[in-house]
């Protein structure tokens, strides 16, 4: 089973964008350009994280002072925390948390932040609500664009084109799951939703080539078409994910193969942070010496990747 075989299961796209008012949103109406971004909540507080290319104009750098700059090679981190970022809190907690949802774009483009997601026609009503409520409430909010998906292929492939990408592969043993292990002997693909955490873990949506059983209750998105949604808690991946965004490194896209208790994961990453990534990864499979880590990935993305992965 590939990634392709799934390519449209979440087969609708919204593009949304705020417009921020706040000093944060303002230096990046004065930098302009394409920033990407990378959100994500941990419990009530929510952060973004937007990366800027030096380019040699120093006033931007002394505009960026307050917000606590990490300084990484040809590029500067800038993270904003709730009080910097007013506004867009609401925006991911309540969009994330509606079922099979996963951003997979995040930008922030002069001065409005951007963001791309796929979720499943089954969810229509719930991202209808929220975008009714946001319309309403929020004068800054745009709904740009909601209709059929492109395909994650597709979106990558775009996303490459304006920020060089990275693809990073390693194996690991799966721990039990008690609504995944209904289905152990099928053969699938996972996509962890690391932007949304909860007590539970992070949120993943499980892609079967086969139509779900009838025993299988929770968490079902679409039954005909094999998804369902439930929460992942493997240590290794917990403190891969944490490790990674203490190192400000986002992430467009994770896939996972599973296969007889182990799993493949595949992350796509922006390629300045591709370094980044491989000493936290190293960093992790030491504190768990008992993972079965193995890395397996490490390349430039290129759409040729789809004929194997």
Not at 111 to 133: C, P
Not at 229 to 244: I, N
């Amino acid at each position: 089973m590939f990634v392709k075989d799934i390519d449209r299961k979440l087969d609708m796209y919204m593009v949304v964008s705020f417009r921020g008012e706040s000093d944060f949103f303002s230096i990046f109406r004065k930098y302009g350009g394409y920033a990407p971004a990378y959100g994500y909540s941990q419990g009530s507080d929510v952060f973004l994280d937007v990366f800027m290319m030096r380019n040699g104009k120093t006033h931007v750098s002394e505009l960026l002072k307050p917000f606590g700059i990490v300084t990484k090679g040809d590029y500067d981190v800038i993270r904003g925390k709730r009080e910097q970022t007013a506004g867009t809190n609401a925006l991911f907690v309540d969009l994330l948390g509606i079922p099979s949802l996963i951003m997979n774009g995040l930008y922030v483009e002069g001065g409005e932040l951007y963001a791309e997601m796929r979720f499943h026609h089954s969810s229509m009503s719930a991202v209808s609500d929220v975008i009714g409520r946001f319309s309403r409430e929020m004068k800054n909010f745009t709904l740009r664009s909601l209709g059929p998906s492109p395909g994650i292929t597709r979106m990558l492939d775009r996303i490459n084109a304006r920020f060089p990408l990275f693809v990073v592969g390693y194996e690991g043993l799966l721990p039990p799951n008690p609504v995944t292990g209904q289905i152990r002997n099928v053969e699938r693909i996972t996509e962890p939703n690391f932007a949304y955490a909860s007590p539970e873990g992070y949120r993943v949506v499980v892609y079967s080539r086969d139509e779900l059983d009838a025993s299988i209750t929770r968490g079902v998105i679409s039954r005909d078409e094999g998804i369902l949604e439930t929460y992942g808690s493997t240590p290794f991946v917990l403190d891969f994910w944490r490790t990674s965004g203490d190192r400000h490194i986002p992430r467009y896209a994770v896939f996972a193969k599973i296969s007889e208790g182990k799993f493949t994961a595949f992350a796509f990453i922006p390629a300045l942070v591709a370094e980044d990534e491989l000493n936290a990864i190293y960093e992790v499979a030491e504190r768990h010496p008992d993972s079965g880590f193995r890395l397996s990935c490490f390349t430039p993305y290129d759409e040729g990747i789809w004929e194997w992965l």
